[in-house]
């Protein structure tokens, strides 16, 4: 099992845009504020992007069990 210790890499991200594909088939983008080890994520200035448009959705958690992939946009 992976284990989120000091050498995790998503700290790199705070503070930077993000991209998240989520199990709903949705994609979400915003700023990284926070996670803890169970991968929630706490995004401000948060968009759910669908194809023709995005939805502002603002400061938002995602539970890690819903998160796909992500990266930075």
Do not use: H
């Not at 210790?5 to 990284?32: A, H, M, P, R």
């Not at 759910?48 to 819903?66: A, N, P, S």
């Amino acid at each position: 099992m992976l284990g989120i210790g000091t050498n995790f890499k998503l700290k790199l991200y705070l503070s930077e845009k993000i991209f998240i594909q989520l199990i709903s088939d949705q994609k979400v983008s915003g700023i990284l504020r926070g996670f803890d080890q169970f991968l929630n994520i706490v995004i401000d200035d948060a968009y759910i992007i669908d194809k023709k448009e995005k939805q502002f959705i603002g400061t938002t958690l995602i539970r890690g069990d819903m998160i796909i992939s992500l990266g930075k946009f």
